[in-house]
Structures are given as structure tokens and as C-alpha cells.
């Protein structure tokens, strides 16, 4: 059973340009989540999907974020346009079932801002 | 607001040796989660407690966790080099499905 993948595994951009991440759960999950990690901080919650609907988007930092899951499928997570503050590691994470189940995490993008 | 917080931020033993890790949080919960991550890798799941459990093991795991006090303890028995990897609790509130991760705690284990 193929686990969770990203792509890329790593960005490197300047300050303004866009990035597009993405994420392909595992086959048949329905919850699909994206988190993030700056350096020395804890792992932040972004937001969560339940198929395609964004079941929670309290963690969006602002309006530069934007995540789409068309189809219940895969996911991509744009940052349009990049600031300094957004760089860390990107991680995404499926799960199945109700009630905080455990996830499965993808090993994450590294997206520096220059 | 942040949920689980890990205790100590780094903790260095010999091979062979226990490793106890602390977790504290806020708010009632539904389940408490200990993650391990390797350098450049995604999380990986290790075991999970539920609100109306105390103790639960899992090979050389054993996890504690004490509702009155609102705290957790993770226990690796006979650490290996292998075990090198930072260790993460992660919280989700009663009724709700998003977990909620701590900063973690780095662990060393010198051959």
C-alpha cells in the first residue's frame, strides 16, 4: 500500500513568487490534512478536509493560503504571494474514521523563502 | 491555542538506557497520541491512549497517562541508536478530530 507523498520534497523560492504544493493521501481516506513546522516551533495545524469540503480551516495563517482537494483526491496547498515568515517543512497527513483517528504522514516539503 | 507540550526539549542517554518523555496539556481529550519523527522524514505513528485508559504498551513502549493531572509519559525501554529521532505528543479535545502537536522532544541515543 503506497503511504502519503509530496512533491516537491523541497522549494526554494524568492519573496513574492508563488508555490504550489501538493499532497496524494492514501488510497481511501477521506481525511486529509495539512500541517506545518518552523524551525524550534511545534507542528501547527493548517487545516483539514473530510473528501473535498474543508472541514476546518482555523489554522490558515491568512489569505496568501490557499488549499483545494478537487475531487476528494489529491491536494495542493498554494502560497501566492511568499513571504519570509512562511518557510519550514509542510507536512501532510491522511487519515480514515471519525474521532481524532492516527494519521499518516507524507515526509513533508522544506520550502525556503529567500 | 497550543495543546501538548513535550518535557525535556532534548535528551541524551547511552544505548541500552530508558528514555522517559513528558507530555502536559489544557483541555479535556479524546485521545492522546506519541508521534516519532526522523530527521527529513514525515511522522510516523506509534501508539495511541484513550481518554478512559492509564497504561498502554506496545514492544518496548509504554505510555502513561493520568487525565486528573492532564499529563502523559512516554517510556522506551532498552533504547537502541536507532531510537535517535524527535518524539511528539499530539492531543485531540473530546468531540473533535483535529490533533494538536507539541514542540517534541529530541532524542539522542549514543552507541
Known amino acids: 500500500e503506497a503511504g502519503v507523498t509530496q512533491f516537491p520534497s523541497h522549494s526554494v523560492i524568492e519573496k513574492g513568487q508563488t508555490v504550489t504544493l501538493r499532497c496524494d493521501p492514501i488510497?481511501?481516506?477521506?481525511?486529509l490534512y495539512w500541517y506545518r513546522r518552523v524551525m524550534g516551533k511545534e507542528i501547527k495545524f493548517l487545516l483539514h478536509f473530510v473528501k473535498e469540503s474543508k472541514q476546518d480551516e482555523s489554522g490558515m495563517p491568512n489569505n496568501r493560503f490557499l488549499a483545494e482537494r478537487t475531487g476528494g483526491t489529491y491536494s495542493t496547498l498554494k502560497v501566492q504571494p511568499a513571504e519570509l515568515e512562511d518557510s519550514g517543512v509542510y507536512f501532510c497527513?491522511?487519515?480514515?474514521?471519525?474521532?481524532?483517528?492516527?494519521?499518516?504522514f507524507g515526509s513533508g516539503t522544506q520550502l525556503s523563502v529567500l | 491555542s497550543q495543546q501538548g507540550e513535550e518535557d525535556p526539549q532534548a535528551l541524551s542517554i547511552q544505548e541500552g538506557e530508558n528514555a522517559t518523555m513528558n507530555c502536559s496539556y489544557k483541555t479535556s481529550i479524546n485521545n492522546l497520541q506519541w508521534y516519532r519523527q526522523n530527521s527529513g522524514r514525515g511522522l510516523v505513528h506509534l501508539i495511541l491512549?484513550?481518554?478512559?485508559?492509564r497504561e498502554k504498551h506496545s514492544g518496548r513502549l509504554r505510555v502513561t497517562l493520568d487525565t486528573s493531572k492532564k499529563s502523559s509519559s512516554l517510556l522506551i525501554t532498552a533504547s537502541r541508536a536507532a531510537d535517535t529521532a524527535s518524539y511528539f505528543c499530539?492531543?485531540?479535545?473530546?468531540?473533535?478530530?483535529?490533533?494538536?502537536f507539541g514542540k517534541g522532544t529530541m532524542l539522542l541515543v549514543s552507541p
Open positions: 491512549i484513550r481518554s478512559n485508559e
Open positions: 497527513a491522511s487519515s480514515q474514521g471519525r474521532q481524532a483517528p492516527k494519521l499518516f
Open positions: 499530539a492531543t485531540a479535545d473530546s468531540g473533535y478530530s483535529t490533533l494538536t
Open positions: 488510497s481511501g481516506h477521506d481525511n
